[in-house]
């Protein structure tokens, strides 16, 4: 029988790992991967963490307190980005980071619950370099690392009825310098937005009156995509609060890939759209193969 707990649960992982490994071949990537593997274990056993699980490029642990996770996470961040040995020609290898306080179910040496889920939903919001966390976590800090924390978005997440509001947490110094105002609790940024889709002379808006598109090898659908990997309807896109989710129903699932190098990979699941990128309906669609659509959100 599993014991509840409350603890905060970190996520960090490489950003754009199969992008690297198509760069830099199997072997100099995968020593660049274990190399952050082992900086992020490190990061997180200095500062009272456990490493649950490691899942290819990524970390998922547990923390007793939220500054131990901001801690470690700041140390996972600073090295990383400063290391040389993770520099190539093409940049340098970046990580993100997604943390959520709640309960778990404790079995064995692994954790389970909704709690669990969200921190992994923080991590799929962040880009690279950044550290992006929950309401509940920012009002687990102390009063140095809430001054270093901005609301920046909201975001739907499974498991959880309603919204979730995003907190950016500023590990770099001259961020935080930048930084002109904190969104305190319960406010949320407004801003009127549209998200344009493209495909092959095929055109379509969301959010200027439409709430929802759909895309799939079907006549019916509002943007139709052939292919043998792909559903009749694979996915739809969904508006709330100027916000954009896509929503796999579809049996191969959906790949997004984002212009600063983000690999999304939903199955019978959702993720937020923002910025701009291609989505693969069934499989990897590389910007400017015959299968990727485009997608970008935009002020109006």
């Known amino acids: 029988m599993g014991r509840d707990v409350d603890v905060v649960i970190l996520f960090a992982d490489v950003v754009g790992s199969t992008q690297l490994y198509e760069q830099l071949g199997d072997d100099r990537a995968r020593a660049m991967v274990a190399h952050c593997i082992g900086i992020m274990r490190e990061a997180t056993e200095e500062f009272s963490g456990s490493v649950i699980k490691t899942m290819g490029d990524e970390t ?16 996972m961040q600073e090295t990383i980005s400063a290391d040389a040995l993770l520099r190539h020609e093409h940049g340098q290898v970046a990580i993100r980071i997604g943390c959520h306080f ?34 509940a976590t920012v009002e687990q800090l102390s009063e140095e690392w809430r001054g270093l924390v901005r609301q920046i978005d909201i975001a739907t997440v499974r498991g959880r009825t309603g919204e979730v509001e995003l907190f950016e947490v500023l590990w770099q110094p001259d961020e935080a310098t930048k930084m002109l105002r904190t969104v305190g609790f319960g406010q949320s940024v407004s801003r009127t937005k549209r998200l344009k889709l493209s495909f092959k002379g095929q055109e379509v808006t ?22 043998h990997l792909i559903s009749r309807v694979h996915a739809r896109i969904e508006t709330s609060k100027n916000k954009f989710t896509l929503v796999d129903q579809s049996t191969n699932g959906t790949y997004v890939q984002t212009v600063s190098g983000e690999e999304i990979f939903v199955r019978r699941d959702t993720t937020q759209l923002v910025g701009e ?11 400017g193969t015959p299968l990727a659509v485009h997608y970008c959100v935009e002020d109006k």
């Open 102 to 135: 709640g309960p778990v179910v404790v079995e064995g040496h692994d954790v389970f619950g909704s709690a669990v889920h969200t921190a992994n939903r923080m991590t799929s919001q962040a880009k690279a370099q950044q550290i992006i966390t929950t309401a």
């Open 206 to 227: 969301v959010g200027d009156g439409r709430k929802h598109a759909t895309l799939g090898r079907a006549e019916g659908n509002d943007l139709v995509v052939e292919g």
């Open 60 to 75: 998922m642990s547990t923390f007793p307190s939220a500054d131990d996770a901001m801690n470690s996470a700041k140390q």
């Open 277 to 287: 990128g291609v989505i693969g309906l069934g499989e990897i669609a590389a910007p």
